[in-house]
Nanobody
Framework: QVQLVESGGGLVQAGGSLRLSCAAS????????MGWFCQAPGKEREFVAA????????YYADSVKGRFTISRDNAKNTVYLQMNSLKPEDTAVYYC????????????????WGQGTQVTVSS
């Protein structure tokens, strides 16, 4: 069982930065790959980024490549999403999730979800 709690969301101007954190409980955090997803009003939840269990592999949606960086610290049971050069279209609720699957892009493959943190980017 893994419980996830996101933090770090907020209101930022376009071009600004935010760093999201996702703290996990449970001793098995390091055995899970972790992902970030976002959901804007009226839209489906979509993949943003993912990182393998040891941090050796990372994956990004095309829309955030070069702007967002996912990382993890297994000693702290935490995964991060550094968001730079933010755009108004990045406005959404951001969720972290844990998966034991080897395919990281599909929502249904994730076993545990946080409650989400709101990111709002003003123009």
């Amino acid at each position: 069982q893994v419980q996830l709690v996101e933090s770090g969301g907020g209101l930022v101007q376009a071009g600004g930065s935010l760093r999201l954190s996702c703290a996990a409980s449970g001793r098995t955090f390091s055995s899970y790959a972790m992902g970030w997803f976002c959901q804007a009003p009226g839209k489906e939840r979509e993949f943003v980024a993912a990182i393998s269990w040891n941090g050796g592999r990372t994956y990004y949606a095309d829309s955030v490549k070069g702007r967002f960086t996912i990382s993890r610290d297994n000693a702290k049971n935490t995964v991060y999403l550094q968001m730079n050069s933010l755009k108004p279209e990045d406005t959404a609720v951001y969720y972290c999730a844990a998966t034991g699957d080897s395919e990281y892009f599909t929502i249904e493959n994730y076993d545990y979800w946080g409650q989400g943190t709101q990111v709002t980017v003003s123009s």
